[in-house]
């Protein structure tokens, strides 16, 4: 009984940590729902094409970059400035954790962070979003 009981909490964990994959019309309601039509002069496709082009649509996508930093997220937000990873005694400027909050099926915190990225001097240039040449 106790192996039973542990697993289901196992089991119940596991699925609150698990990111997601949106699907492009899910995720353009999601965005829009939360303001980022015509923030700070992007529009909704403009988004829709950045989440596309970093992590294609997967909220779970941790990248693994050559300075040791890591990309998190829908928009791979980068841990040398943006968030905490633990690694380095970074700005962390969003004031949350990369690996938990960047990486869950609940993107608000990952809309969040990329509203304050936006709103910095280089924009979305900040998140290394043009590497696609998307902005």
Not at 6 to 26: A, D, M, Q
Not at 44 to 69: I, K, N, P, Q, R
């Amino acid at each position: 009984m106790k192996y039973l009981l542990l697993l289901s909490l196992l089991i119940c964990l596991s699925f609150s940590v698990v990111g997601k994959i949106f699907g492009r019309c899910e995720l353009a309601r999601v965005l829009k729902k939360a303001g980022l039509e015509g923030y700070r002069g992007y529009n909704l496709a403009d988004w829709v094409c950045l989440a596309f082009y970093e992590s294609h649509f997967d909220s779970a996508l941790v990248d693994h970059e050559a300075d040791g930093s890591t990309s998190n997220g829908i928009f791979q937000i980068n841990s040398h400035i943006w968030c905490e990873d633990y690694k380095h005694s970074k700005p962390n400027i969003c004031q949350m954790h990369c690996s938990g909050e960047l990486s869950s099926g609940n993107i608000n915190d990952d809309i969040v962070c990329a509203m304050r990225i936006a709103q910095g001097p280089r924009g979305l240039g900040s998140c290394r979003c043009t590497k696609h040449d998307t902005f």
